[in-house]
DNA sequence: AATGAATGAGCTTTCATTCAT
DNA sequence: AATGAATGAAAGCTCATTCAT
C-alpha cells in the first residue's frame, strides 16, 4: 500500500490541462511557455507532447472537454424546464453563471482561446454548434408549439450567442482587470427579455418584469 | 491632370495604412511582416516608424481611423429616419453592408484586430463605444418618446454589438475560406427584427415581416 | 548690432563638440544617437555631416582638438620647472588636475573613446604620442644632465601613462558612480613618487616624502 | 581508446567559450554573431544560449575563468620566489609571458573586453583585484620585512596593473596589424625595474642590470 | 511512458547616413 | 550652408518541438 504518491497515477492528461488553464488565464496562451505548464503540471516538457500534439492542441482539448461539460450542464438545466420561452431566459442565466463561477477558465475560452490563430481561422468548432443548436431546437420546439414566431433558428441561434458572448467578454475583461464588475445577472435577465420578446410569438402576453438595476455604467 | 504620379505626394501616411490592411488580411496580422507592408506601400522599412510607433500601432491605427469613417457613414445613414425602431433596422443594414463592401478591411478589424494582444487586452476602443453609445441613444430616444421598453440602454448595446459582430464574425470566416456563404441582408433583417420587438413598448402593434430565405445553412 | 542672436554665430563646430561631449557622457558614445547632438547642438542632423564625417569622427576630433590643449598646457605647467624629476611630479599632477577640473571630458576620453572600434582600432593618436613624449623628452633630459638613469624613454613613457591612466580611470568609474573617490592627488604623489625613485641615476639623493594617507581603500 | 569522439562529450560550455575566444578574437565581439560562435563550437544557436545568458555573459565568463587559471599560475610563478623586490619582477615576466602565449585570449581580454559597455562600466571584476592583490600583498609583505618603503599598496598596486597592462595592450595591438613588435621580454624587465627601484627601501643596493635593447621604436 | 538537453527558425526596430530641396 | 524626411542594413534571442536515452 504505496503511501505518498501523491501525483503518481496516470492523471497526467489532465494536470496538463488543469496546469494549463491557470498559466493561460494568468499569463495569456502566446507568453505561457510548454515549460511553464510543464513545471505546473510536475511532468517533463516532453511528457506534454505525449498527451498533446502542440501547444495549439493543448487549447483546443481545453476547449472541447469543457464545452462538453458545459453542454451537459446546459442540458441538465434545461430538464425541468417546458416553456421555450422561459427555456431561453435559462439558457442565458445558465450561460452567465458558467462565466462567473469559473474565472480562470472563462477568462481562457473568452480571451485566450479567440487570440489563437489556429483556433479562429482553422478549427471548425464542433462542440460550440452543439451548445448553440441547444438554443435553435428551444426555437425549433417554440415555432412547432406555436409560441415562437417565424424566425431563422441560425441567424437567431449566431445573434443569441453574440449577445452572450459579448457581455460575457466585456465582464471577464472588466474582471481581469479589477474595474468595476458590472453584474451578470441582471445581463442575462436583460438580454434574455429582448430575445424572447424578439422571438415570441405573442410578445404582448408576456408579464413585464421590473429590470434589474446597476448596469455597465463603469464601463463607458 | 496628373497621370502616373507613384510615390511623390506624402500620403504616405494612407499608403501605408491602406498597404497594411491588404497585408493583414491576406497573411493575417501576426505573419505578415514589416517588409510586407512597406514593399507594398512603396516606402523602406523605416519610414513606416516615421509614421508608426510599431506593428499593433498600425493595426490600432486601421481601427481608429475606419472606425471614425464608419461612425460618421452610420450618423449619415440614419440622417433621414426618424422612428426609432426602424433606426434600429437602419443601424443592423448599415453595420452589415460595411463589412458586405470593404472585404479586406472587414477582414482585418474582424479577425486580425482580435488576434491582437494589445487590442484586446490594453487598448481602449473609445471609437467603438462611440459606434454603440449610437444605439444606446436611439433607445433612449425611443424610450423618451414612449416607442420602447424600459431597456437597460448599456445590456442592450452590447447585445446588439454583440449580435452583429457573432454574424459577422461567421460570414466574414466563411467569405474567406470561400464556402457558401449566406445573406447577410437576410441576417440585417432577421437580427434587426428580434431586436426591433425585443425592446419595443408594443410589439404587436409591429407589422410581421416575411422573413427573408436561406440562412446559415452551409455553416452547421 | 545684432541684438539676440543667440547661436547663429559661425561655431557650429565648436556647438556640435561641445553637445557631443555632454551627450557622449552622459549616455555613452554607443547609446547617444546623433539626432540627441544635434538637438543640444541646436542644429540639424544633417548640419553634423557637413562638419564631421561620422560619429566616430566626431569623438575623434574631440580627443584630438582636447589632446592639442592638453598638450598646449602640460608645456605650459611644465615651463617654469627645470628638474627632471619634479617635471615628472609635475607630469603627473597635470595629467589628474586636467581629469578633475573637466569630468565630462574625462568620462569621454577615459570612457567612451575606449569603448569605440575605431579609435581603439584603426586611428593612430598621434596627438597621445606627442603628450607621451613629453615624458620621453624629460627622460632624455635628465639621462643627458646624469639625473636620469638608463631606462628605455619608450617602454618607461607608457609604463608612466598606463600607471596615470589606470587610476584616472577607476577615479572616473566611481566618480561616475558616486561611489567613495580616493584622492587623485594623493595618487599623483604617489605614482610620480614611484616612477621619480624609479628612473633616478641617484634614488637615495631623493629626499623622502611623507606619503599623503587615504587611498582607493573604498575601491577593493 | 575512443578516437574521434568529436561532440559527444558534454564539454560544451568548453568548446562554446574556446570557439569565442577564437571569433572574438578574429572579427571583434561587436561584429562576432552567436551564429559564428554557435558554428564553430559545432552546436546549435539556442545551445550557447542554455549555458550562458547572453552575448555579453559569454565574454564575461571569458574573463572570470581565464582570469582564474592566470591567477593560479601567477602564484604558482610566485611559490619559490622569496625577495619581494625579485617577486615584483616575476609578477611582470609572467604577465607578458601569458600575454605572448595565448595571442587569441590576450586579444580578447586587452581589446574586446575593453570595447564592451557591459564589462567596463557595469561588470565587477572581482578576479582583476584579486590578480592585483597578489601585487599589494607582495608591496605589504616587503614593508613589513623593511625592504620595501612606505607606499600606498593601492595606488602601487593599480599603477603597477596600468602599465603592464597599457604595453601589453601596444603590443597586442601592433601584434594583430603585423607591424613589428616590440620585445615583450624586455618590457618585462624595463617596467619591472622602475617599480622595484620606484618602492625600495634601499634602491641604491640595487645592481644595475643592463638594459635589453630595442623598445618600442617602430611604434612611433 | 517519461525525460529534458538540444535544436534552429524567424523578424522587428533602431539610427547613422544621405540627399533633394 | 542648412535642413530633416527618408533610407535600409543588420542580428540577438526565445521557445515550441524533437528524440536519444
Known amino acids: 500500500m504505496p503511501v505518498d504518491r501523491p501525483r503518481t497515477t496516470a492523471d497526467k492528461h489532465d494536470r496538463i490541462i488543469d496546469a494549463a488553464i491557470e498559466v493561460f488565464a494568468e499569463k495569456g496562451f502566446h507568453h505561457a511557455r510548454i515549460s511553464d505548464i510543464a513545471a505546473k503540471a510536475e511532468v517533463a516538457d516532453g511528457t506534454i507532447y505525449l498527451y498533446f500534439r502542440n501547444k495549439d492542441d493543448v487549447l483546443i482539448t481545453i476547449f472541447e472537454e469543457k464545452m462538453g461539460m458545459l453542454i451537459e450542464g446546459l442540458k441538465q438545466s434545461l430538464e425541468g424546464v417546458d416553456d421555450p420561452l422561459e427555456r431561453i431566459r435559462t439558457f442565458a442565466r445558465y450561460h452567465f453563471k458558467q462565466v ?121
Not at 128 to 149: K, P
Not at 188 to 207: K, L, Q
Open 100 to 220: 462567473k463561477d469559473h474565472e480562470a477558465l472563462a477568462e481562457v475560452l473568452q480571451i485566450e482561446l479567440r487570440l489563437s490563430n489556429k483556433f479562429l481561422k482553422e478549427y471548425r468548432p464542433t462542440q460550440l454548434w452543439e451548445y448553440l443548436n441547444v438554443f435553435a431546437g428551444i426555437l425549433r420546439d417554440g415555432q412547432e408549439r406555436g409560441v415562437i414566431r417565424e424566425v431563422d433558428p441560425f441567424a437567431s441561434m449566431w445573434a443569441f450567442f453574440g449577445a452572450l458572448d459579448e457581455i460575457a467578454m466585456q465582464w471577464v475583461l472588466a474582471n481581469k482587470e479589477r474595474k468595476l464588475r458590472f453584474s451578470l445577472d441582471a445581463s442575462a435577465e436583460a438580454v434574455a427579455e429582448i430575445f424572447v420578446r424578439g422571438v415570441a410569438a405573442n410578445p404582448s402576453a408576456i408579464p413585464v418584469a421590473t429590470p434589474l438595476p446597476s448596469q455597465f455604467e463603469s464601463l463607458s
